[in-house]
């Protein structure tokens, strides 16, 4: 089942602009970690945030997590062309027998130049 | 350090042959984890693994699939008898101390084609 989700599905923005991203979940977490997927390619570990934390900054990425809302933004500062990507969220969960982590559906981001 | 390696990066099977995905973690990560992605979708788990062990394939067929991490070499996962539906991406990751404290890092993935 799915544990993320994020929102909104698909972005459009102007070269300079910021985008935010928005992840949700279900279940409590030890921690929440971002990743960035070029068409075709894999996925590139971007930050993670732990439970305690509330937010943390890499570059011009911010990520917040509000642990009580169960949901975490993902702010891309200044945006570029190059940072078209889909970004996805993924929680560490106990589902079934282990700790793995879980995926929501991604947001596509598109950058004009 | 070079990343987590997966090979082949294409592969083309025919419907009824076998496709073995290979995976070699970034050194000095234990844990490793298979995931299988559907175009313009997510990532679905289908296993976990530790050095020889299966810690959880919950994600994974019951039937025609089968991972391993053996004591020595890559991760392998087997996919029997293949089916036009098991074309897709699968990637996988690896992390130090498994997911619940450290980070996941990616291979490029394997994009299998079932003819």
């Known amino acids: 089942s799915q544990q993320g989700e994020e929102d909104p599905q698909a972005l459009s923005i102007q070269e300079g602009e910021n985008a935010t991203m928005n992840c949700s979940y279900k279940t409590s977490i030890n921690n929440l970690q971002w990743y960035r997927q070029n068409s075709g390619r894999g996925l590139v570990h971007l930050i993670l945030?732990?439970?305690?934390?509330r937010e943390k900054h890499s570059g011009r990425l911010r990520v917040t997590l509000d642990t009580s809302k169960k949901s975490s933004s993902l702010l891309i500062t200044a945006s570029r062309a190059a940072d078209t990507a889909s970004y996805f969220c993924?929680?560490?969960?106990?589902?079934?027998?282990?700790?793995?982590?879980?995926f929501g559906s991604g947001t596509r981001l598109l950058v004009r130049p | 350090n070079a990343g987590v390696m997966q090979n082949p990066r294409h592969l083309v099977r025919r419907r009824g042959q076998e496709a073995r995905l290979r995976c070699s973690p970034m050194?000095?990560?234990?844990?490793v984890y298979w995931y299988r992605q559907l175009p313009e979708e997510g990532l679905k788990f289908m296993v976990y693994?530790?050095?020889?062990?299966?810690?959880?394939e919950s994600g994974m067929p019951k039937e025609r699939f089968s991972a391993e991490f053996p004591k020595e070499g890559p991760s392998i996962l087997r996919i029997q008898q293949v089916v036009r539906g098991d074309s897709a991406a699968y990637f996988c990751?690896?992390?130090?101390?498994?997911?619940?404290?450290?980070?996941?890092?990616f291979g490029q993935g394997t994009r299998l084609t079932v003819v």
């Open positions: 990751a690896s992390s130090r101390d498994g997911v619940v404290n450290t980070e996941a890092f």
């Open positions: 993924a929680t560490d969960s106990r589902m079934d027998s282990s700790y793995k982590l879980i």
């Open positions: 693994l530790q050095k020889e062990n299966i810690i959880d």
């Open positions: 945030i732990r439970s305690n934390e």
């Open positions: 050194k000095g990560h234990s844990h």
